[in-house]
């Protein structure tokens, strides 16, 4: 019930802000619209505070492709990727071990900061895809991915620069997790 709440009111902002604009709203916008709802619910007697975590992806032309986690009380920080929910930290590591590719060899820090020192490389679509299942098999409790069991979701800018959301079929999930299992029978992990 919180979560639907809280995405009706990111509903009702989107929208009265493309009625105002006549353009998408900003995702940061959009987020910080959303955790100011959840921070005020933690401010007053009598009511109770929302119990949600939210991970929000988007793009918009200024600042390209971005990743937002917000947590219960309000706070949200933006990430390069991140993992929230039941043993996050076991997804996390393994993130810091095999997402993208340092340019200069700098610390294993994820999280968006200026001064953060060297860019990490994102990966390609098939690469971004095949770590998801990898942190999911990792954080998942005793169920092996299947696509029954989870769903992989796109976002890419076409040729003409536009953002196209996909979300990938039975069998096009059913070939990156078999990539997957296969890439971890060679190299040996459980």
């Given at each position: 019930?919180?979560?639907?709440?809280?995405?009706?009111?990111?509903?009702?902002?989107?929208?009265?802000?493309?009625?105002?604009?006549?353009?998408?709203?900003?995702?940061?916008?959009?987020v910080?619209?959303?955790?100011?709802?959840?921070q005020?619910?933690?401010?007053y007697?009598?009511?109770?505070?929302?119990?949600?975590?939210?991970?929000?992806?988007?793009?918009?032309?200024?600042?390209?492709?971005?990743?937002?986690?917000?947590?219960?009380?309000?706070?949200?920080?933006?990430?390069?990727?991140?993992?929230?929910?039941?043993?996050?930290q076991?997804g996390?590591?393994?993130?810091?071990?095999?997402?993208g590719t340092?340019?200069?060899?700098?610390?294993d820090?994820?999280?968006?900061?200026?001064?953060a020192?060297?860019e990490?490389e994102?990966?390609?679509?098939?690469?971004?895809?095949?770590l998801?299942?990898?942190?999911?098999?990792?954080?998942?409790?005793?169920a092996?991915?299947?696509?029954e069991?989870?769903?992989?979701?796109?976002?890419?800018?076409?040729?003409?620069?536009?953002c196209?959301?996909?979300?990938?079929?039975?069998?096009?999930?059913?070939?990156?997790?078999?990539e997957?299992?296969?890439?971890t029978?060679?190299?040996?992990?459980t």
């Open positions: 019930a919180d979560a639907n709440i809280l995405i009706d009111q990111a509903r009702l902002r989107a929208g009265r802000y493309e009625y105002q604009y006549q353009e998408p709203i900003p995702i940061e916008n959009l910080e619209h959303v955790c100011n709802y959840k005020a619910y933690t401010q007697g009598g009511l109770r505070p929302f119990g949600v975590a939210f991970l929000f992806a988007g793009y918009d032309e200024t600042h390209g492709f971005q990743l937002y986690q917000s947590d219960p009380s309000g706070n949200y920080s933006g990430w390069k990727a991140t993992v929230i929910g039941a043993n996050n076991a996390k590591s393994l993130l810091k071990t095999d997402y340092k340019k200069e060899g700098g610390d820090d994820m999280k968006t900061d200026e001064a020192g060297p990490i994102m990966p390609n679509v098939a690469e971004a895809c095949r998801a299942v990898k942190v999911l098999n990792k954080t998942m409790d005793g092996v991915a299947s696509p069991k989870l769903e992989l979701f796109v976002m890419s800018l076409d040729e003409d620069g536009k196209v959301h996909k979300t990938l079929s039975e069998e096009e999930a059913k070939a990156v997790i078999a997957v299992e296969a890439e029978a060679a190299a040996g992990d």
